[in-house]
């Protein structure tokens, strides 16, 4: 049989990894290289930068963000805003192609109706990781997160509900979406340091696109 595509990343596939939590391989491998070229549009407005967090440190993974809401980080806290710190302006509106895909993945893994107002745009390069955490920022405790790997492959840690819970390894390549819900939406995680390389859609970068419901 001749595949539609020739990278192993659009063999789909399905995997529960929790309750709550749905690994779809492949899920959004034929769009990537529209959600890529739409990142590009959204980093054009709203510039890649390396937040501070509360404690002072400069987190190594840059960040930006789309939709009616964008985290942030600085000395004062976390937390979600309508503008963004740098320009004062609103940010970026999602693109149709991002929502299409989260609400596409939502409802694959069980959660209908899908609204996300918040997307935020994690950049990796060689050795930048993201120190094992939990997502609880966002009011609506019920909507799932989704998260959209595009570009070089990463190694994906995740525990449980407390920071002492064991940490499992999830490989995750361009096109892999991860749903997080339910029980498993408040578990601790994180991303391994990323190791050097190239891929074709994003040269020496992983990009992560996470969709939250904060309201
Ligand atoms: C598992 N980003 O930005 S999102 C983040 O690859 C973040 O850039 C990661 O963690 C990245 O906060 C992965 C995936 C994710 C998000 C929330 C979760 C995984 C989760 C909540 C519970 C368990
Ligand atoms: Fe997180």
Redesign the pocket.
């Given at each position: 049989m001749t595949p539609l595509f020739d990278s192993d990343s659009s063999q789909r596939s399905e995997e529960q990894l929790e309750e709550g939590?749905m690994l779809l391989r492949g899920f959004a491998a034929a769009e990537a290289p529209v959600l890529i070229d739409e990142v590009a549009r959204i980093a054009s407005a709203a510039a890649f930068r390396h937040m501070v967090t509360p404690s002072g440190y400069t987190m190594s993974?840059a960040?930006t963000n789309c939709g009616r809401l964008g985290?942030v980080s600085d000395r004062t806290g976390y937390r979600y805003t309508s503008v963004d710190p740098d320009t004062g302006a609103p940010w970026p509106a999602m693109p149709a192609a991002f929502i299409d895909i989260a609400v596409r993945a939502a409802a694959e893994a069980g959660f209908a109706n899908y609204d996300p107002d918040a997307c935020?745009i994690?950049r990796?390069i060689a050795g930048a990781k993201?120190s094992l955490?939990?997502?609880r920022d966002e009011k609506d405790a019920w909507a799932p997160?989704v998260?959209v790997?595009l570009g070089l492959p990463?190694v994906?840690l995740?525990g449980g509900k407390r920071r002492s819970d064991p940490v499992r390894r999830l490989h995750?390549e361009s096109g892999d979406i991860?749903v997080?819900g339910g029980p498993?939406?408040?578990?601790?995680?994180?991303?391994a340091p990323l190791k050097d390389g190239q891929h074709p859609l994003t040269g020496s970068a992983?990009i992560?696109l996470?969709f939250r419901k904060v309201f």
């Open positions: 939590a993974v960040m985290w935020l994690n990796y993201l955490h939990q997502d997160i998260s790997s990463a994906f995740w995750l991860v997080w498993a939406r408040f578990f601790y995680h994180g991303v992983r992560n996470t």
